[in-house]
C-alpha cells in the first residue's frame, strides 16, 4: 500500500516529525518564513494530509486546490486560518492543539502583565542607553500589581489559568465571557458585563478567540472607558484590538501602557506606528514558546494528522460533526 502523502508547512520538533516520517511521505517546508501562497497550494494539491502552523490559510481557494485531502491539523489552538464550514462541507475532520499550552500561554499574558506595569522595557533601554545616572523619588514610577484589579475578558482555560496567578498576588479578580461559574467562584471572580469590567479594572487582558463578532472588540469606545492609569494585555489574536485606536489611546495618555504577543496585521510592519510609543511593549507571538510546549503542541498536531489518515477520530477535533455523517 502506498503510504499517505502529507505536508508539513513549516520544520516541527524531531520527536513529532520521526512519528510521522515513519508512516507518511513527507514533504516539509524548510524555512523560517511561511512558504509561498502559489507554492503552498502546488505542494497541497496531491496530499492526503496537511500539519500547518498558523500561518498559513487554508481556505477555500486551498481546499479546492487539494481534492485528495481527508485531515487537516493545526498547530495551534485557535484556527481562524481554516475555513473551517468549507472543511466540514467536505467532510474532513480540522485537529488543533489545545490544553497543552494553557500554563504556558498564561504565564507568557502575567510576565508582559509585570513587565508593563514595573515598565521593564523602558528600564532596560534606560540602562544600555547611558541614562542611568542616580536614584530619585519620580524615576520610572509604574503600576502595582498586587491588590489591583484585573479584568479577563474570555474566562476559558487560559483566562482562568491568568487569574489563578492573579490570585497569587492577592488581585481583585474580574471576567466577561466563559460559562465556568465553579471555576469564577473557586477562584472568587466576579463576573461583569464588558463595559463595567473595563471601567473597574487596572489590568485588563484578553482571551477571546477571534470571530467575526470579537474582531476589534476593543476599539474607540472601549479604551475610552478605561482607567487612564489601566495597562492592556493581549496574547490572544491581533485583530481583537484596533490597533489604530490603541495607538491613539497610548499616545494620548487615555490608557497607561499596553503589552501585546499579538498584532495586526502580524508579524507587525517596522513603521508601525505603536512600535514608536515607549509604553507599548510588543513581542513576537511567543506565548506557547517554551521547548516543552511546542514539543507536545508538534506531537499532538502529528497525533490528529495519523488518526485522520488511519480514519480514526481526531484526539482533538475542532469541527466533530463531520463524525455525525458517518463519512470522514
Known amino acids: 500500500m502506498t503510504p499517505p502523502q502529507i505536508y508539513i508547512s513549516r520544520m516541527l520538533p524531531t520527536s513529532a516529525f520521526e512519528l510521522l516520517r515513519a508512516v507518511c511521505n513527507v514533504r516539509t517546508w524548510e524555512d523560517e518564513m511561511p512558504p509561498p501562497r502559489a507554492l503552498f497550494l502546488r505542494e497541497i494539491s496531491d496530499c492526503d494530509g496537511v500539519l500547518l502552523m498558523l500561518t498559513e490559510k487554508l481556505d477555500a481557494e486551498a481546499l479546492a486546490a487539494a481534492p485528495n485531502l481527508r485531515v487537516i491539523s493545526n498547530m495551534a489552538v485557535g484556527v481562524d486560518n481554516v475555513d473551517i464550514a468549507a472543511a466540514t462541507a467536505r467532510h474532513i475532520p480540522v485537529g488543533h492543539t489545545p490544553g497543552v499550552l494553557t500554563e504556558t500561554s498564561a504565564d507568557l499574558a502575567f510576565a508582559l502583565l509585570m513587565a508593563a506595569a514595573r515598565r521593564l522595557p523602558e528600564g532596560e533601554r534606560y540602562v544600555h542607553t547611558g541614562q542611568w545616572k542616580t536614584w530619585f523619588p519620580t524615576q520610572l514610577l509604574g503600576q502595582d500589581i498586587h491588590g489591583a484589579t484585573l479584568g479577563i475578558i474570555g474566562f476559558g482555560r487560559i483566562g482562568q489559568a491568568v487569574a489563578r ?49 470579537t474582531y476589534h472588540l476593543i476599539s474607540a469606545r472601549e479604551l475610552g472607558l478605561m482607567k487612564p492609569n489601566a495597562i492592556l494585555i493581549n496574547t490572544a489574536r491581533g485583530g481583537i ?88
Open 165 to 213: 496567578r492573579g490570585k497569587g498576588f492577592n488581585m481583585r479578580l474580574l471576567y466577561s465571557g466563559g460559562r465556568d461559574d465553579d471555576a469564577a467562584q473557586a477562584l472568587g471572580a466576579e463576573k461583569r458585563p464588558l463595559d463595567d469590567l473595563l471601567r473597574e479594572s487596572d489590568f485588563v487582558s484578553l482571551h477571546v478567540p477571534l470571530k467575526h463578532e
Open 241 to 328: 484590538v484596533d490597533p489604530e485606536a490603541l495607538y491613539h489611546a497610548l499616545k494620548d495618555g487615555k490608557i497607561a501602557a499596553a503589552a501585546l504577543d499579538v498584532t495586526e496585521p502580524e508579524p507587525i510592519l517596522p513603521d508601525d506606528l505603536l512600535l514608536t510609543l515607549d509604553n507599548c511593549l510588543i513581542v513576537p507571538h511567543i506565548g506557547s514558546a517554551s521547548v516543552h510546549t511546542r514539543t507536545r503542541m508538534a506531537v499532538m498536531a502529528a497525533e490528529n494528522l495519523l488518526a485522520g489518515l488511519r480514519g480514526d477520530r481526531l484526539p482533538y477535533c475542532v469541527n466533530p460533526e463531520v463524525y455525525d455523517t458517518g463519512s470522514t
